[in-house]
């Protein structure tokens, strides 16, 4: 090889290796460059997840803050198990919830004590009450005012220190067929105290029965507020010859499946099915109640809800539970006490309930019904408790024909008429939750958009009763449904004056076995104090059936027995009918 071949050969060599050189250099380059570039982009999805976790967890703390403000639970508490809990509240509905919230807030069991040992619970069996004496040597007056002292005791006969028992007393009188509701304080030490106004002259008899330990009611709130699933709904879907029933609630888990989402488009009550796997949402027909959810207190919680032990027993007296009344003194004439100072709205005499203020209270037979009902509607909206009411008309007055419309007994919807007086009654359920057997999808109606389809005016009644099918939902959801149709009864009567708008509350109930769990009288109290301060300044009257019922002689029954319906819509007819000619006034 000549020099030139040569030295051409080492710097072809050079140029060889220089290139393979840079392309290793430039390959890790690229290499790097690669590995820099999906760094940066992982760091960037990484904060922009901690931003958005940030900020949700920001978003969250605030609303714990200001919910433990309030030391209650509310909704957002659940909006981790529940996404589609509702539609956010405006800042004036979120303030009024609020205040309705503490208003029913409830006494609870100091830390440490649940669950609790039986032994240390409260126990009706070793409790007691005591007249306490008047200031007149042992006289009472019709007028006066009768106070117990209640002393509660667990099983062992120690004396409690707290309270959030739940009590219900009354007074009456077996031979007048007498009774009034009383007022009871609890002052939270365990020590209770139940007032009474005296308004009738002669024997009167104290009864006190705790509904509910205060260690109960911790097992109830928690249900309340945390298991909404404990009654279940179901749906038929059918289409063609295939079909299937699906679980339906007003919450669902959503990582358990697609939903059907059958939220009202007009008042966003929401509403969801499981989708079932071979249908669409359209092929649902109708909706039913799947049952109620067993096993969901612990073994050592439900020996806080024995019937005969420690739910709805009665308290014994220390000495005697009977007072006699004395005649008005001359010098307070025949003044009654102040219902209100009292928080009384009437009584029972001879089996007639006597309200202590607002409407005069008649007394209706069939003609008198007749007379006032001629030539108006009656719209009743609710659950079975106000079907009690079109059952109870049509069967006083023979001239109220009903029509087979075909409904499924004891859901409807029913309507009756008398064509010679212009009559007509019409009931329809609310829509759901409603643990009726099975209702066709197209019947589900709310009751605020069906107020909003009624013309209204003077020869308008509307009767609405919704309360029991809504004991095991938070109390936010009560306020939520019962807001809706407040806002449908201000447009209603703001377009037609002169309609006659009544209410029916809450009643307490028979609790056997586990009907506490998903019935309980703590549920209806909580639920009938909301709806009061909810319809509360609106031209609307409130049949008292939570004291109509306490007051009277006759057992709690979700459905009151027909001495009480009879009152029930005799108040409704004398506040109907308050010039007594059959106008609306």
Known sequence: MTLFSLQRWQIISKITCTVTMFRSVLKYILSFVTLFGLIFLLRNITIGQNFRMSALYEFQNRIQSSNQSRSRLTLHDNHTLYPHWGQPLSPEEELEEGDLLDSIAWPQPPPGSAPPNLSRTSDPAHSLFTIVPSKNEQRWYVGDQLEVQVHLHDFEGRPKRYGGDLLLARLHSPKCKAGVAGQVLDHKNGLYSARFPLLWEGS?????????????????RRLRDK????????????????????????????????????????????????????????????HAKGGYLKNIITKKEALLFKSGVNVKVPIRASTSDTINVLPPRKESGSQKPDPVKLATSGYYYQDSWRPLGGVTMRHFDKTSITQCLTKKLVYMYGDSTMRQWFEYLVAVVPELKEF???????????????????????????????????????????????????????????????????????????????RHIRKAVVRLLDRAPGTAVVVRTANPQALEGDASLYNSDWFSL???????????GLDVML?????????????????????????MVDMTLSYVCRDGTGKIV
């Open 404 to 482: 087979n419309l075909q409904s499924p007994k004891k859901v409807g919807p029913f309507m009756a008429v008398d064509s010679t007086h212009n009559i007509l009654l019409k009931y329809r359920c609310h829509g759901p939750p409603i643990r009726f057997s099975t209702v066709t999808a197209s019947e589900l109606r709310y009751i605020a958009n069906e107020l909003d389809g009624l013309a209204g005016g003077p020869n308008t009644v509307v009767a609405l009763s919704i309360w029991s099918h809504f004991s095991t939902f938070p109390a936010e959801v009560y306020v939520r449904r019962l």
């Open 204 to 220: 009167a008899q104290v009864a006190v029965t705790m509904v509910h330990s205060s260690e109960a009611v911790a097992v109830l």
């Open 227 to 286: 298991r909404p699933d404990r009654v279940f709904f179901v749906s038929l879907f059918r289409q063609g010859n295939h079909s299937q029933k699906m679980v339906c609630n007003m919450y669902l888990p959503q990582d358990k499946g697609p939903l059907c989402n059958y939220t009202d488009l007009h008042s966003g009550e929401p509403w969801y099915c499981y989708k079932p796997k071979m249908l669409s949402c359209d092929a649902r027909i109708n």
């Open 543 to 567: 049949v008292d059936a939570w004291q109509m019922c306490v007051a009277h002689r006759q057992p709690h029954n979700v459905h009151p027995p027909t001495a009480i319906v009879k009152n």
């Open 526 to 536: 909580q639920l009938d104090a909301v709806l009061r301060a909810v319809f509360k």
